[in-house]
């Protein structure tokens, strides 16, 4: 019996330091960061690192506001995110529910046909996508960055099998009511759908205010730059200053930290079910 305690109290040892490290190993770039931020350029720069510095630099977060428009590219950034989180939450929905409960003739191919996208890689997509944005003369506008990203393979493919799960008893019993396919999808299967669809929410915020790549191809005008796209200007050929980069950076991913801290039972709940599916 006294082998055994022990054995349960070493096991559950080992667990917690494991839990330990990777939590430091997790947190440790982001304090660093802060600590960066609040540096002189030449101790971002001294050999050995300095940790601590000697003096905080507040005035580099007020460099930053001086050096970008930063509050217009918080603004674009919100409103991109904004758009295509309801787009994916809406059109994904759509389309999984049919492929989900709608019997169609080639159901199955065409869903094959949008699994296929996620085996392809992005970049492969970049020069038809920005030809089209020419033709239709969207660069340098926001409908340039948030139209490409209103749907998506993932979003459909994770959402069909959350309405897949849902017991056929619902959707009987609402046809004999005299609902049609769309009242049944937006009264009964979107509601039960809820862990999804906070799921694909998630994950569409945080691509959107992080994506750097599309948005620096199609968006060259201060006007309309992301914050992502924004903070890259910082990063010179030469020379890079890191306390002013560090700095704008951690007032970047603010919101999204702010926004973890009010709903981080939600985002726990949908990546633990999106692990489960």
């Known amino acids: 019996m006294q082998r055994t305690k022990q054995l349960v109290t070493s096991k559950t040892f080992l667990i917690h330091f494991i839990l330990i490290v990777g939590a430091v190993a997790m947190v440790l770039p982001f304090l660093w960061m802060i600590l960066t931020s609040l540096k002189t350029y030449q101790e971002s720069i001294h050999v050995p690192p300095v940790f601590i510095p000697e003096e905080f630099q507040w005035g580099n977060y007020k460099e930053v506001f001086g050096l970008l428009p930063f509050f217009k590219f918080m603004y674009n950034t919100v409103i991109i995110t904004l758009l295509r989180t309801v787009g994916q939450l809406f059109l994904c929905s759509l389309a999984a529910y049919a492929f989900a409960r709608i019997e169609f003739p080639g159901r199955n191919v065409l869903f094959l046909l949008a699994l296929t996208v996620l085996m392809v890689p992005g970049q492969v997509f970049l020069l038809p996508q920005y030809m089209i944005m020419v033709k239709l003369g969207w660069l ?7 139209v490409p990203g209103l749907f998506s393979a993932f979003g459909t493919f994770l959402l069909r099998q959350f309405f897949m799960g849902l017991p056929k008893e619902l959707e009987e019993a609402a ?11 937006w009264k009964i299967m979107l509601p039960l759908a809820k862990p ?11 691509w959107s205010w992080n994506e750097l790549m ?12 992301t914050l992502s796209v924004g903070l890259s ?5 030469y020379l890079t200053n890191y306390p002013i980069l560090m700095a704008g950076s951690f007032l970047a991913i603010l919101p999204m930290l702010i926004l973890f801290i009010f709903l981080q039972r939600q985002f726990i709940e949908g990546i633990a079910v999106t692990g489960g599916k």
């Open 140 to 146: 340098n506008t926001l409908s340039a960055v948030v």
């Open 175 to 185: 046809r004999l009511d005299g609902c049609n396919h769309f009242q049944i999808y």
């Open 196 to 206: 999804g669809l906070i799921a694909l929410g998630i994950f569409t915020t945080l």
């Open 214 to 225: 599309w948005p620096m191809i199609v968006n060259s005008s201060p006007e309309s730059m």
């Open 233 to 237: 200007s910082l990063q010179g050929q």
